[in-house]
């Protein structure tokens, strides 16, 4: 298990709590965003601002903290690769278990548990999760772009007229040339003479 930096930017300190049901506070900050928080072609970039808005409340088990966070978003369009630029708000939710109660429970209890160290929590893994989930799978510049040319590459969005002439089905193309070969265009001449 590893320990909690308390200076790291997304550890929190919850014993002004005190460990009593129904004790909140409510915490807003800005912090730089960790590397990968994203997804390949679209993310948040690293060292940009994400606002927290949190409250974090006291019960039973532990600690519950709800909010949202606010980040830039830089990437790519699936279809044209034309650069994007947003920002995304995420809502955050998760319980933080008394590490004393984890520990009561045994080795039984589920590993996806999100648990207090020394009343200390990590934001890091509820953000990360949260933002990757929120993150469309293939992000568009526009609902309609169009994407690009299969043939050359093209960006169709600048070119909505490109076309290509249609490719010759090559079980067909020796015909072709017959017909516009020197000997087409000769028996052509003799019929018009």
Same mark, same amino acid.
């Given at each position: 298990?590893? +320990?909690?930096?308390?200076?790291?930017?997304?550890?929190?300190?919850?014993?002004?709590?005190g460990?009593?049901? $129904?004790?909140?506070? +409510?915490?807003? +900050?800005?912090?730089? =965003?960790?590397?990968?928080?994203?997804?390949?072609?679209?993310?948040? #970039?690293? $060292?940009?601002?994400?606002?927290?808005?949190?409250?974090? @409340?006291a019960?039973?088990?532990?600690?519950l903290?709800?909010?949202?966070a606010?980040?830039?978003?830089? $990437?790519?369009?699936?279809?044209?690769?034309?650069?994007? @630029?947003?920002?995304? +708000?995420?809502?955050?939710?998760?319980?933080?278990?008394?590490?004393?109660?984890?520990?009561?429970?045994?080795?039984?209890?589920?590993?996806?548990?999100?648990?207090? @160290?020394?009343?200390?929590?990590?934001?890091e893994?509820?953000?990360?999760?949260?933002?990757?989930l929120?993150?469309?799978?293939?992000?568009?510049?526009?609902?309609?772009?169009?994407?690009?040319?299969? @043939?050359? $590459?093209?960006?169709?969005?600048d070119?909505?007229?490109?076309?290509?002439?249609? #490719?010759?089905? #090559?079980?067909?193309?020796?015909?072709g040339?017959?017909?516009?070969?020197?000997? =087409?265009?000769?028996?052509?001449?003799?019929?018009?003479?």
């Amino acid at each position: 298990m590893r +320990t909690l930096d308390p200076r790291a930017p997304f550890v929190l300190d919850t014993r002004e709590l005190g460990r009593r049901p $129904g004790t909140q506070r +409510t915490k807003s +900050t800005s912090v730089a =965003a960790p590397a990968g928080l994203g997804i390949d072609v679209l993310g948040v #970039p690293e $060292g940009s601002t994400v606002q927290l808005d949190l409250r974090l @409340e006291a019960v039973m088990e532990g600690v519950l903290v709800t909010g949202t966070a606010t980040a830039d978003l830089e $990437g790519q369009c699936s279809r044209c690769l034309e650069p994007i @630029e947003d920002s995304i +708000t995420v809502d955050l939710q998760e319980l933080f278990v008394y590490d004393d109660r984890a520990a009561s429970h045994g080795d039984d209890e589920d590993d996806d548990v999100s648990r207090l @160290e020394d009343d200390l929590l990590d934001l890091e893994p509820l953000l990360r999760d949260a933002v990757v989930l929120a993150l469309p799978y293939q992000p568009l510049c526009r609902d309609d772009c169009p994407g690009l040319c299969v @043939e050359c $590459g093209a960006r169709l969005a600048d070119d909505p007229d490109h076309r290509h002439e249609d #490719p010759i089905d #090559p079980r067909w193309a020796a015909l072709g040339e017959v017909a516009v070969g020197p000997d =087409a265009q000769d028996a052509t001449a003799d019929r018009q003479d």
